[in-house]
């Protein structure tokens, strides 16, 4: 019983490793999204809200890399299948709408709030496995960058549009 205790645990160390490289992936790839999202951006108050993002994830990739130096690994990302989908349907939200209007600033967030609520749920599932195997550093460091993601919600919530 005690071995399989083990075992288990060894499977959620090596699911919460792959899960932690896949978010890396994510954020690097959210941060070149939304450099490209602020250009496209087409109101002041939608480019203020993607310069708060875009500061929060340079941020998030470096408490990211904090876990990675915590769990004694060296930084690496892992493909991502759902971001993937995410980062194109921003293109298609980019060719679907004309630029300097409107509607491209409800394009734009409205990928947005999908991407932010993809992070907080990937978050949230990372926080739930560190606190499972005890790893208090860690934990911390995951709820600072869920609870900035909640904050982006919160800013999107009051149409920056
Ligand atoms: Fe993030």
Not at 49 to 60: F, K
Not at 126 to 143: C, F, K, N, P, T
Request: net charge negative.
């Amino acid at each position: 019983m005690q071995e399989m205790a083990a075992k288990q645990e060894d499977d959620l160390m090596l699911f919460f490793n792959n899960a932690l490289k896949k978010m890396y992936w994510a954020e690097k790839n959210i941060e070149r999204l939304l450099d490209q999202m602020h250009v496209e951006a087409f109101s002041i108050n939608l480019k203020n809200t993607i310069e708060i993002h875009q500061l929060q994830t340079r941020r998030h990739i470096q408490r990211l890399e904090q876990v990675f130096k915590e769990r004694e690994l060296k930084p690496e990302g892992r493909f991502c299948e759902a971001l993937k989908g995410l980062l194109n349907d921003a293109m298609v939200g980019f060719s679907d709408t004309v630029r300097k209007t409107r509607i491209r600033d409800v394009a734009i967030s409205t990928c947005l709030l999908k991407i932010t609520h993809y992070e907080m749920a990937t978050y949230t599932m990372l926080i739930h496995m560190a606190q499972a195997i005890g790893w208090h550093a860690i934990v911390d460091l995951l709820h600072q960058n869920l609870a900035e993601e909640k904050e982006i919600v919160t800013e999107l919530d009051r149409r920056p549009y």
